[in-house]
T-cell receptor
Framework: DVKVTQSSRYLVKRTGEKVFLECVQDMDHENMFWYRQDPGLGLRLIYFSYDVKMKEKGDIPEGYSVSREKKERFSLILESASTNQTSMYLC???????????FGDGTRLSIL | DQQVKQNSPSLSVQEGRISILNCDYTNSMFDYFLWYKKYPAEGPTFLISISSIKDKNEDGRFTVFLNKSAKHLSLHIVPSQPGDSAVYFCAAISANFGNEKLTFGTGTRLTIIP
């Protein structure tokens, strides 16, 4: 069965901190994604990666960076956290073909 | 610019009746569409998809209809069950992006009334 694991369900950080959100998938998927979900805005793509060490900007990359050193792990980094980055963050993975993305359960991040 | 729109933020349906969730899109390059279901405190789970070469796809109680000329798709759930209460997102993929990028709608919260 497909498994996408996000390291934290809830996280509270302070403004200006550097924040790491980790995501691991066990399906050997090539593509991995980071989204944020906000009320009334749906899911918005932050960054995605189609292979190890590859990354592409999504729709809202500002204030974020990513790292993919191993195929199974995709990290989202908030370089200097701000209150407008308080959100639900969702990681997903998929194969390269026209297959659905599989999501983790999300990390609810609060920036104080 | 919202390329995938779900104009109804919420919908309430009696148990046993049909639930119809709607989605409109503006980008004519979208060629593959998906519906996801999301419960609170969980990630979205894939429900059903449809390619632009089809106008209907059915899977058990779930049917997705695609009207390309109107740039409109809908998800029908029949009969509706209490466990169907969730937020439903439609999503679209454009061939231009090599099938890698999903564009999501804003979601519709479906409540099934027992």
């Amino acid at each position: 069965d497909v498994k996408v694991t996000q390291s934290s369900r809830y996280l509270v950080k302070r403004t200006g901190e550097k924040v790491f959100l980790e995501c691991v998938q066990d399906m050997d998927h090539e593509n991995m994604f980071w989204y944020r979900q906000d009320p009334g805005l749906g899911l918005r793509l932050i960054y995605f990666s189609y292979d190890v060490k590859m990354k592409e900007k999504g729709d809202i990359p500002e204030g974020y960076s990513v790292s993919r050193e191993k195929k199974e792990r995709f990290s989202l980094i908030l370089e200097s956290a701000s209150t407008n980055q308080t959100s639900m963050y969702l990681c997903a993975s998929r194969t390269v073909s026209n297959q659905p993305q599989h999501f983790g359960d999300g990390t609810r991040l609060s920036i104080l | 610019d919202q390329q995938v729109k779900q104009n109804s933020p919420s919908l309430s349906v009696q148990e046993g009746r049909i639930s119809i969730l709607n989605c409109d899109y503006t980008n004519s390059m979208f060629d593959y569409f998906l519906w996801y279901k999301k419960y609170p405190a969980e990630g979205p789970t894939f429900l059903i998809s449809i390619s632009s070469i089809k106008d209907k796809n059915e899977d058990g109680r779930f049917t997705v209809f695609l009207n390309k000329s109107a740039k409109h798709l809908s998800l029908h759930i029949v009969p509706s069950q209490p466990g169907d209460s969730a937020v439903y997102f439609c999503a679209a993929i454009s061939a231009n992006f090599g099938n890698e990028k999903l564009t999501f709608g804003t979601g519709t919260r479906l409540t099934i009334i027992p």
